[in-house]
């Protein structure tokens, strides 16, 4: 009813007033936040939907909000703005819910990986860019990606490889080379160099190699998939026998 009143002064003072009435019916909108921030329309609590543990604070330090401002005079917009500039968030959406709560639902960036790069990591999503807040210490279960080009190429690689999980469960790091093709660097030191381009064939290739031989779990030095007609392969070298300890005398 305030609001309505106050709406029907506004125009009618514009009206009357011309150029001058859009400050007057400025002044009045403030007015009337004032009104509704006295009747308890004061912003009490911030309520953050779709993020993580990890990625909320950086969210709430972005929004900028202190308790008890006006809750109808927010500029939401603004708010969204300074939420989207957070690393973790994709998108967000900022909703009033009367009488003193403001909703943030926003939808976070997938974590993809750690890339390592001239001596940094850095955690990236699906689309290879950075998220600067968060924290490689804290993502082990993340595939690791080394080199150059590496971050830009890994949402294309890294699907492939988990449809195949013996092969992640043995992964130890994705190395660019180049920034033309991987080789995938096994947590044991084997090598598998998979060639520039059809790497989805060379894995199928490995895959059936694999189903015979179970080389993986054997070990290997190298396996070279690079020439789409041939296998390269390459065994571990025998490692010399233990000497045997020599035993002191009447033991």
């Given amino acids: 009813m305030i609001a309505g009143g106050v709406l029907t002064l506004a125009l009618a003072v514009t009206l009357a007033t011309g150029g001058r009435g859009q400050q007057i019916a400025d002044a009045i909108g403030s007015g009337v936040d004032s009104q509704f921030a006295g009747a308890g329309f004061r912003l009490n609590a911030v309520k953050v939907t779709g993020a993580s543990g990890l990625a909320k604070p950086d969210i709430l330090a972005a929004a900028a909000l202190a308790r008890d401002l ?31 709560t403001l909703l943030i639902s926003v939808k976070e960036r997938r974590q993809l990986a750690v890339w390592q790069h001239q001596g940094r990591s850095v955690v990236i999503d699906d689309q290879g860019r950075t998220i600067p807040e968060a924290d490689p210490a804290r993502f082990p279960g993340l595939p690791l990606v080394v080199g150059a080009g590496g971050a830009q190429h890994a949402g294309e690689i890294l699907p492939l490889l988990a449809q195949r999980p013996v092969l992640m469960s043995h992964l130890e790091a994705l190395v660019r080379v180049d920034d033309r093709r991987w080789d995938l660097r096994l947590k044991d030191g084997s090598l598998i160099q998979l060639p520039a381009v059809d790497e989805e064939q060379a894995l199928v290739r490995l895959e059936q190699l694999e189903k015979r031989s179970h080389l993986i779990a054997v070990g290997f030095e190298r396996i070279d998939l690079r020439n789409p007609d041939a296998v390269a392969f390459r065994p571990r070298a025998a490692q010399p026998p233990a000497p045997t300890a020599l035993l002191a005398d009447g033991v």
Avoid: F, H, I, Y
Avoid at 70 to 98: C, F, H, I, N, Y
């Fill in 70 to 100: 006006p809750l109808l005079g927010l500029d939401l917009d603004a708010v969204k703005a300074r939420v989207e500039t957070v690393g973790w968030v994709q998108e967000a959406r900022v909703s009033r819910m009367l009488p003193d």
